[in-house]
Nanobody, 120 residues
Framework: QVQLVESGGGLVQPGESLRLSCVAS????????MRWYVQAPGKERELVAG???????NYADSVKGRFTISRDNAKNTVYLQMNNLKPEDTAIYLC??????????????WGQGTQVTVSS
């Protein structure tokens, strides 16, 4: 069994920062790409950022220059540093990862999400 648990969300004012964390635990052989998605009310889930096990990253255009994704492979953890937050960043932020439980058993896993609210 594998679990992803996010933390770090909250209520902030426009222009402020937050750092999200997502820890993978359980029966893990290896972790591939780790990602952050957003789910806003009435909208489809969207990819915000992704990072490979080697550190290659990609970002949605809406967050480039403001958000930074990073990971600590030793801790099975992915982070999302969010700076200069805007009201339109308000959403549930969900962690997603490609995880091998065994060398031939790959699946995508999701966390439950953490709420980020940006409001004055």
């Amino acid at each position: 069994q594998v679990q992803l648990v996010e933390s770090g969300g909250g209520l902030v004012q426009p222009g402020e920062s937050l750092r999200l964390s997502c820890v993978a635990s359980g029966s893990i052989f290896n972790i591939g790409i780790m990602r952050w998605y957003v789910q806003a009310p009435g909208k489809e889930r969207e990819l915000v950022a992704g990072i490979s096990s080697g550190g290659s990253t990609n970002y949605a255009d809406s967050v480039k220059g403001r958000f930074t994704i990073s990971r600590d492979n030793a801790k099975n953890t992915v982070y999302l540093q969010m700076n200069n937050l805007k009201p339109e960043d308000t959403a549930i932020y969900l962690c997603n990862a490609d995880i091998w439980r065994r060398p031939t058993s790959l699946a995508k896993y999701w966390g439950q999400g953490t709420q980020v609210t940006v409001s004055s």
